[in-house]
């Protein structure tokens, strides 16, 4: 098959593409578990095999996909004329930034591969964990697993041979049940990644799942019978789940490069962020550390490589507030570069990605993490608030067209008071404009604090595209922030 990729490489050459490359998925698995209210919900298991293949002529993308590698060479050639017929309508010629020609491989760092583990087995854990959920206030409850696996082969034009071999797991619970209201109330926890550790079904029968179940039980009686979170402005303290969701959408898809320009405008919106704001725009205050890294390990954001074929990289987006950098790949920066008169970008940075072989790869989110701060463990954050909120776990999100402002409801909060945790209150929500927001940021908490959260439905593009990333997140401090009530 790689000699096959190869020669149809050299044919798209031969007859006029300026550049190509093919994505090889030999094995696409996925495997999906779950209960709903102590029955088998779901048992599905999927795999498939098939490649993308796109082509740059004339200074236009073509793109064309198959599950049939025996139509390979046809594939490759209705690319090329999807190609030579956007390069009519083109209004900026594509020009591919610089990159480096490699052969190299990636593979997911997996103990246990759940592809070995028995469908027995994951049942056996899958109930284990449900009956942790069942209590008399609980009248809806749920778990699942997803297991997924890739074996990909990528090469181009200029030379590249690149294998990757990605692992995910997830699981998540979920229980709820009616409040003194009559209204339903939910808590629910999905497993986050040790960036120390490995991905693989080590992750579900870790004993901590345990604990959480219980944990989250507990904390729902609570909040059937909790005060309603009051109207007022106040510090507030966000938990790492909700850290994730404030960073995914007022950092993470305000920065993708393809929104600023413009491209995403019908369907997902722009961007309040122009060209003329790199390097020196205030986009939040001086704790603000923000990169997008390909990196992090054991995340679902980090495969080695882009669908570029370039290497994931650690690239600062904002430095002490500043905004320094966005998300980037090889077709984008010389466009942005030319209509900002100037040099912005001088790299990709390792952000082009698609959700699967049958999609065009665009600019996606891999990792957007806050770095930690100095301001303590969570104890001490809560200790510095006289008046204040913390909240966790996302219950519904709206935000701006352009990412300009937000408003979040979550699962639970803690009303603080005098530095301490007074009572839980129910139905709490925040909200804001992104910048004032992200200037109001008072404390960031240290390692301690710091989690890698996982983020499996990020949905962009047309056709629509879910991609799987994550956030390495510290609890953060905000002051003066509007919250309220969800009715």
Not at 64 to 77: G, Q, V
Not at 85 to 91: D, E, H, V
Not at 280 to 286: D, E, P, Q, T
Request: glycine letters at 8%.
């Amino acid at each position: 098959m790689q000699k096959k990729i190869a020669d149809i490489l050299d044919s798209l050459l031969a007859m006029g593409a300026s550049y190509a490359d093919i994505r090889w998925h030999q094995d696409d698995w996925l495997q999906s578990l779950s209960t709903l209210k102590g029955i088998l919900h779901q048992n599905s298991t999927r795999k498939r095999q098939g490649a993308g293949i796109r082509v740059l002529c004339d200074g236009a993308w073509g793109f064309s996909s198959t599950e049939n590698m025996n139509t390979l060479a046809d594939t490759a050639k209705a690319a090329l004329e999807q190609a030579r017929s956007a390069a009519q309508l083109r209004q900026f010629k594509i020009e591919l930034s610089p990159k480096e020609t490699l052969i190299s491989e990636f593979q997911t760092h997996t103990l246990i591969d759940p592809r070995t583990v028995s469908l027995e087995d994951k049942m056996k854990r899958l109930f284990e964990l449900d009956q942790l959920l069942r209590a008399p206030e609980v009248d809806l409850w749920s778990v699942s697993f997803e297991f997924y696996h890739r074996s990909i082969y990528y090469a181009d034009t200029e030379g590249s041979k690149i294998w990757r071999k990605i692992n995910d797991v997830a699981a998540s619970l979920d229980c709820s049940g009616i409040d003194i209201d009559g209204l339903r109330q939910k808590r629910s926890f999905e497993i986050y990644q040790d960036i120390n550790k490995s991905v693989g079904w080590e992750n579900i029968i870790d004993q901590d799942l345990n604990v959480k179940a219980s944990q989250l039980v507990d904390q729902l009686k609570e909040i059937l019978k909790a005060p309603q979170c009051e109207q007022e402005t106040c510090d507030l303290v966000i938990l790492n789940s909700m850290m994730a969701l404030q960073v995914h959408e007022t950092i993470g898809h305000a920065l993708e490069l393809d929104r600023i320009l413009g491209y995403e405008l019908s369907y997902a919106g722009g961007s309040h962020v122009n060209l003329d704001d790199f390097d020196h725009k205030v986009f939040g205050s001086k704790k603000l550390n923000a990169r997008a890294d390909g990196t992090t390990p054991n995340s679902p954001g980090t495969t080695g490589f882009d669908d570029d074929g370039v290497p994931g990289r650690n690239v600062v987006l904002i430095d002490n507030g500043i905004l320094k950098n966005a998300l980037t790949s090889r077709s984008t920066i010389n466009e942005a570069n030319t209509l900002a008169k100037r040099k912005i970008f001088d790299q990709s940075g390792g952000a082009n990605r698609a959700e699967s072989y049958r999609h065009m790869p665009i600019e996606r989110m891999n990792n957007i993490n806050l770095d930690p701060g100095n301001d303590g463990e969570l104890e001490e954050l809560i200790s510095k608030v006289k008046n204040g909120l913390m909240v966790e776990s996302p219950r519904s999100w709206s935000i701006g067209s352009n990412r300009e402002n937000f408003h979040f409801a979550c699962e639970i909060g803690w009303k603080i008071k005098d530095g301490k945790i007074s009572h839980i209150v129910r139905n709490p929500t925040y909200g804001g404009a992104s910048i004032p927001f992200w200037n109001s940021l008072k404390y960031v908490g240290d390692k301690s604090t710091w989690r890698l959260e996982q983020v499996y439905n990020c949905g962009k593009g047309q056709p629509n595209q879910i991609m799987r990333l994550g956030h390495g997140v510290p609890v953060c401090v905000f002051e003066n922030v509007q919250v309220g009530s969800e009715s």
